[in-house]
C-alpha cells in the first residue's frame, strides 16, 4: 500500500478514541474470569493506523498489550514506568535499534507517535486477556501531571486539553 488513506480504506479502518485508526481483527470465542471477577476474552487484537502528526493519547489498560510493527515510518511507543519515561522505537530498521514488537505491560500510562510526525505507521496489538473499553482509561492531563510533574512536558503532548 502507498498510502494512510489506502490502507484504512483497505483494512475497514475506524478512528480510534485515543487518537488513529483501528479495527478489531480478532476476539478469542473462549473468555475467563479476572481477579476482579469481570469476564473477558482470551485475547484480542487489532489493526491499528497513526498518520503525521496523530498520537495515540496517554490511556491504560488492566491487560498487557503486543505491539508489531508492520510497515511505514518508524513509531515511539512513550510508557511512564516507575515515574520515568521509556520510549521504545518500533520500526523495520534493526541496526537504528528499532524493535519490530514491543510490550505494554497492563496498568502502564502510554501513548504512540511516528517518529518524525511524517507519514504513516500501521502496526497490530494483542491484548491478552483481551481488550474491553470498560478497561480503558484516557489520562486526563491534570491528574497525570499531579502525579508526574517532572514529566508536565511530555505529558502536555500526549494528552488532550481538559
Same mark, same amino acid.
Given at each position: 500500500?502507498?498510502?494512510a488513506q489506502a490502507i484504512i480504506e483497505k483494512l475497514h479502518l475506524l478512528p480510534h478514541p485515543e487518537?488513529?485508526?483501528?479495527?478489531?481483527?480478532?476476539r478469542a470465542a473462549t473468555s475467563l474470569v479476572m481477579a476482579t471477577?469481570?469476564?473477558r476474552h482470551v485475547s484480542t487484537a487489532i489493526h491499528y493506523l497513526l498518520e503525521g502528526a496523530d498520537k495515540s493519547h496517554f490511556h491504560r489498560i488492566q491487560s498487557d498489550e503486543l505491539w508489531f510493527f508492520h510497515q511505514g515510518q518508524a513509531l515511539e511507543v512513550v +510508557?511512564? /514506568?516507575n515515574g520515568q519515561l521509556v520510549t521504545i522505537v518500533l520500526g523495520n530498521d534493526l541496526a537504528a535499534?528499532?524493535?519490530p514488537q514491543a510490550v505494554v505491560p497492563a496498568h502502564t500510562w502510554f501513548g504512540a507517535r511516528l517518529k518524525n510526525e511524517t507519514g504513516f505507521a500501521l502496526v497490530s496489538c494483542t491484548v491478552a486477556p483481551g481488550f474491553d473499553f470498560r478497561d480503558f482509561e484516557l489520562a486526563e492531563?491534570?491528574? +497525570?501531571? /499531579?502525579?508526574?510533574?517532572?514529566l508536565q512536558a511530555v505529558i502536555e503532548q500526549f494528552t488532550r486539553h481538559a
Open positions: 500500500m502507498s498510502s487518537g488513529g485508526y483501528y479495527r478489531e481483527t480478532y471477577g469481570a469476564s +510508557l511512564i /514506568q535499534g528499532e524493535a492531563r491534570a491528574a +497525570l501531571v /499531579q502525579e508526574f510533574p517532572h
